[in-house]
């Protein structure tokens, strides 16, 4: 089992930052390729970033390139969502989840996944 559990969410205004931070449980952390999704209210969960497992390789949806940025710390088993020059349209709940395999842009391919962290922007 893996337990992953989001903090940094809140309620900002347009144009700030957050830093999201994901800390993972229960395995060895750096076998596992890492995402970001999120999910405003009545739509669906979208892919917002992932990364592989040493950090090497990242990969964003691409309405989101050059705003967010992912990492991750493998000596403290977390992984990070950088979020800068937020906007109205960026309020969703961010999830992170462990991937199964590979980093991947689809949700089928993540087996776990933490209960969520509001993010608010307001204009």
């Known amino acids: 089992q893996v337990r992953l559990v989001e903090s940094g969410g809140g309620l900002v205004q347009a144009g700030c930052s957050l830093r999201l931070s994901c800390a993972a449980s229960g395995r060895t952390f750096s076998f596992y390729a890492m995402g970001w999704f999120r999910q405003a209210q009545v739509k669906e969960r979208e892919f917002v970033a992932s990364?592989?497992?040493?950090?090497?390789?990242?990969s964003y949806a691409d309405s989101l390139k050059g705003r967010f940025t992912i990492s991750r710390d493998n000596a403290k088993n977390t992984v990070f969502l950088q979020l800068n020059s937020l906007r109205p349209e960026d309020t969703a709940v961010y999830y992170c989840a462990v991937a199964a395999r590979y980093p991947s842009t689809l949700k089928a391919d993540y087996n776990y996944w933490g209960q969520g962290t509001q993010v608010t922007v307001s204009s």
């Open positions: 990364i592989s497992g040493n950090g090497g390789h990242t």
